[in-house]
């Protein structure tokens, strides 16, 4: 264990903020680029991971462990976000015969 | 504090194979090892209970509900619609657009002091277990309370209904 934190010291703080945005940058292009709803889903579990990597590097930073719960909950949260979501999937599948994202454009004005 | 920069480059790699593979099978395996990649990052931060927990949450059960998804709507043929040429050229420059203002606004804060682990024993499954269950008992319950909500929502909205008469 001793190796690990030595491996660690020396990495600056912002590379790990820079390194998390960029995570972060890639799941908003794949939101913005992609026509299928499960990718799209996909693209926000990247982007809920990049923020919490970001939470336990400045959690380990401050020595206080209350980041790391709070990336506990986070990962709760993108549990249930994703049973549910996948649920919608299915229900949209079962109506329309498609996951294109276009097709459930009935709501637009 | 050269396995950090590997490391986050196969990620950075493999989450750019995520979001342009065509295939959407392909695509859930490459983030699969997106999350393993997390994983390791986890372990260099010296928080284990957050290292098994992503690997057995993450990796293990979100990313198989995924494939089982994909699998039960039979999607695993590369015919699947993209968006024309123009729209995806502006997404990446949107995308970039974001990643810049981001950067900009971390030169003005001036944040570069190297990370060091002061207490290495926070992310211990011990002493993370400790707070969670003082500091943080309440919210605790009610995630469980969000997970079976989760659940029973999940249930109705994927079951089948029944035929009207």
């Known amino acids: 264990m001793e190796t690990v934190v030595q491996q660690l010291q020396g990495v600056p703080i912002s590379h790990y903020l ?8 890639i799941g908003v292009m794949g939101v913005l680029i992609r026509r299928n709803v499960i990718i799209i889903m996909m693209s926000i579990e990247l982007m809920l991971n990049a923020v919490n990597l970001l ?14 719960v709070f990336v ?31 097709s459930l454009n009935k709501l637009r004005w | ?39 390791v990052h986890y372990i260099l931060l010296n928080a ?43 997404g990446v420059i949107a995308g970039c657009c974001l990643l810049v203002t981001f950067l900009g606004v971390y030169r003005v ?18 002493n993370l277990g400790k707070v969670l269950f003082n500091e943080f008992l309440l919210p605790f319950e009610l995630s469980s309370l969000l997970l079976l909500t989760a659940m029973i929502g999940a249930i109705l909205l994927a079951k089948k209904e029944p035929k009207q008469i």
């Open chain 1, 18 to 25: 820079i390194f998390c945005t960029i995570i972060f940058a």
């Open chain 1, 55 to 68: 939470l336990a590097a400045f959690s380990v930073q401050h020595g206080d462990s209350s980041g790391q």
């Open chain 1, 72 to 102: 506990f909950f986070i990962m709760a949260l993108a549990a249930a976000e994703v049973a549910v979501g996948l649920a919608i999937i299915i229900m949209v599948y079962r109506n329309t015969k498609s996951v294109d994202i276009d």
């Open chain 2, 1 to 39: 504090m050269t396995v950090f920069y590997f490391v986050a480059f196969l990620s950075i790699f493999f989450a750019l194979m995520t979001i342009f593979t065509k295939n959407p099978v392909h695509s859930v395996l490459y983030l699969v090892i997106t999350f393993f990649t997390f994983t």
């Open chain 2, 48 to 90: 284990q209970f957050l290292a098994v927990v992503n690997f057995i949450v993450y990796m293990g059960a979100i990313m198989v509900l995924f494939l089982f998804v994909l699998m039960l709507l039979n999607l695993n043929k590369d015919t699947e619609p993209m968006k024309s040429n123009l729209v995806k050229f502006m």
């Open chain 2, 109 to 126: 804060f001036e944040i570069s002091n190297p990370l060091t682990v002061n207490n290495p024993e926070i992310g211990l499954v011990k």
